[in-house]
């Protein structure tokens, strides 16, 4: 059990981090606003999922093998830009396709089971959210007690507190989006802006590997 004078500082921390603006972030509220809430929520606990992933390569202690083999890290680097390249690319086309956030209420919205790979994807395949969590959660474990167990709990609270907010977040930008979806021309730009953000995290995220 990691300290319990710890703890506040670490709940305070995570949730900081969490309303952090990033592709997680991005992601959740482009599916919740263009495909609504059913979508929106399996991104999010899609997006949970990774979380705790990245916390079990913490535990066994893959993310510190990542994050000393620079070819690893290259690759993971190039596999989770050209996934959020291809996330806003399709978005960017969505209007001319008819499709995205420019939908009617007949059209039926992408699958729960779907979404929530997307957003599993989105959160495991961005090594340096591995990176922070391998640097982040030791500063809130005790040093004389085993390190896994302590780091699994402090995943799993972290794990838990991202499904319900972000779940909160899909859910009421699903909201947004039925709002939206009898405005065609917004939710385009809507559609194209979210598209371009993709796309430049995707860059960003390649640019800033290479020099990692």
Known sequence: MPPIELLPYFLFAMLVISVTPGPDMLGILSYGVGRGR????????????????????AVVGIS????????????????????????????????????????????????????????????????????FFLAFLPQFIDSSQPAWSQLLVLGIVFWLWVTLSYSLLGYYSGLVGGWLRGRPSTGQWIDRVTGALFVGLGLHLIFTGQKS
């Open 38 to 57: 059913q979508a929106g929520m399996g991104f999010a606990i899609g997006v949970g999922l990774g979380t705790l992933f990245h916390t079990l390569l």
């Open 64 to 131: 510190a093998v990542v994050a000393t083999s620079p070819w690893a890290f290259r690759f993971i680097v190039y596999a989770g830009a050209s996934y959020l390249i291809y996330l806003g690319t399709r978005a960017l086309v969505a209007p001319a396709k008819g499709e995205g956030m420019a939908l009617d209420a007949q059209v039926p919205r992408q699958s729960f089971s779907e979404a929530c790979l997307r957003g599993f994807l989105c959160n495991a395949l961005n090594p340096k959210v591995g990176l």
